[in-house]
């Protein structure tokens, strides 16, 4: 049977895949894993929520579940997921549910889980809780039964953490944000406006069902279309949880991950803010990254895609910065997992601070084109051993030189090979695209 934990928590389709049944079970046996892992005192949790319908459902459901496991429960309510993992920690709990599934259509959702201090569960922990998912177990009676409440001021005890992580105040700015009609649909606006930015909020009103409906950070043309229309110096898009932005120039050009690292990590390095003068990235970050930092002074070290191994080297190496070109971006000084609104916040500080428009701080970056195709094969193994796809990679960065790159990527769960050609043209770049996916497929 396939692990029930992915990446990202549980996942799936509410009320099919992701049953409150299901729900419930995963609570109840991470209350119990918690009370045989730490005896000397009653599990505490606290649970949050993104505003899609589903969420309700099984909020109720994850709150049962924890309570007939003897675990006390703080109910936060609709808060970005970073805004739950910072609670953990602050208010001492023991054990953190967020109940979203991020930039997912909403009849998806999905439960993730995190340990004391905001942090995530160790694969082993996972396990344990997955293992005793529908085992007979012992329940507290009387007394014993765990205890539901919620916590009114969950918004404000975020949002002055987010304005204490901020280097100084944003005075003078205009700012668009797009909630994706999402968790950040108060903390977001309140946050930026409270830290002294003028605030023009878009998709910030939850209906349950509209939740990255056309908006956020996967669909930009209404941000970029308000940011001119307002004369706003820069526009913030977020995902349905806020864990993730994407920014937007006063022209309405994109900016994305890439180069909202090259922008904080500068930032950074002028504070002395930045561990071994290094930034943490994934082998997608684009080069022209790599070479801008470079020029800079600034190290990168690769990873494989996702925030998880982002997150893995940088404790590994006691690094301060690290990220995604999705605009998952990690403070690890200010937050245990990547926070949107602490990105957004800690990006407009350098537009104030710096007095720059946001258009010339992500100049310091060119961004290289970047064709991706996906290529289906027969077998992703026999791709990678081939040595006639070894060639002509070979003979493609060799004609590209130090300008260009070249990355063939097995997909982590279908036949697919994705190979990736960064050029300095649009046309070289797909050129030698489609000559490497060309060789690929034809390999049985």
Request: net charge negative.
């Amino acid at each position: 049977m396939a692990r029930l934990f992915g990446t990202d928590g549980v996942r799936g389709l509410a009320n099919s895949d992701l049953t409150p049944e299901l729900a419930l079970q995963v609570a109840a046996s991470a209350a119990r894993v918690l009370a045989e892992h730490d005896s000397s005192h009653r599990p505490v949790a606290v649970v949050g929520r993104d505003p899609r319908a589903s969420g309700e459902m099984l909020q109720a459901a994850v709150c049962a579940g924890l309570a007939s496991a003897g675990a006390d429960v703080m109910q936060l309510g609709v808060l970005p997921t970073p805004g739950v993992a910072h609670l953990v920690g602050e208010l001492n709990a023991d054990l953190g549910v967020m109940i979203s599934a991020s930039h997912n259509p909403m009849p998806d959702n999905g439960i993730k889980l995190f340990a004391a201090g905001g942090h995530k569960l160790a694969d082993a922990i996972e396990d344990e809780i997955e293992a005793g998912i529908g085992q007979a177990a012992n329940r507290p009676t009387g007394a014993g039964v765990g205890r539901v409440y919620d916590i009114s001021d969950a918004h404000d005890r975020y949002v002055a953490h987010l304005l204490k992580a901020i280097p100084n105040r944003l005075d003078g700015l205009k700012v668009v944000v797009d909630c994706a009609n999402g968790a950040a649909w108060a903390a977001a606006p309140q946050a930026y406006r409270e830290a002294g930015a003028e605030v023009i909020a878009i998709h910030a009103l939850p209906d349950g069902e509209n939740i990255n409906e056309g908006c956020g950070s996967t669909h930009l043309d209404d941000l970029r279309a308000a940011v001119v229309a307002e004369g706003a110096d820069l526009g913030i898009a977020h995902d349905g949880d806020a864990d993730r932005c994407l920014a937007v120039d006063a022209g309405g050009r994109i900016i994305d991950g890439d180069q909202i690292m090259a922008v904080l990590a500068l930032a950074m390095k002028d504070a002395g803010e930045l561990v071994d003068d290094t930034l943490v990235v994934t082998v997608m970050s684009n080069l022209g990254l790599h070479l801008a930092m470079r020029d800079a002074g600034i190290k990168l070290r690769s990873t494989a895609v996702g925030d998880r191994y982002v997150l893995e080297e940088i404790r590994s190496g006691g690094y301060s910065l690290g990220g995604e070109q999705s605009g998952h971006v990690l403070i690890p000084g200010h937050a245990t997992t990547g926070d949107g609104l602490l990105t957004a916040m800690r990006l407009m500080a350098r537009v104030a601070a710096t007095g720059k428009p946001l258009a010339e701080l992500a100049d310091v970056m060119r961004q290289l084109p970047q064709v991706l195709i996906n290529v289906k094969v027969a077998d992703k193994a026999t791709v990678a051993a081939s040595q006639r796809v070894a060639d002509a990679v070979a003979a493609v960065e060799a004609r590209l030189g130090a300008e260009g790159r070249v990355l063939l990527r097995p997909s982590g769960t279908e036949q697919l090979v994705r190979v990736m050609v960064e050029a300095p043209t649009h046309e070289s770049a797909q050129s030698a695209a489609d000559e490497l996916a060309a060789v690929v497929a034809a390999i049985q």
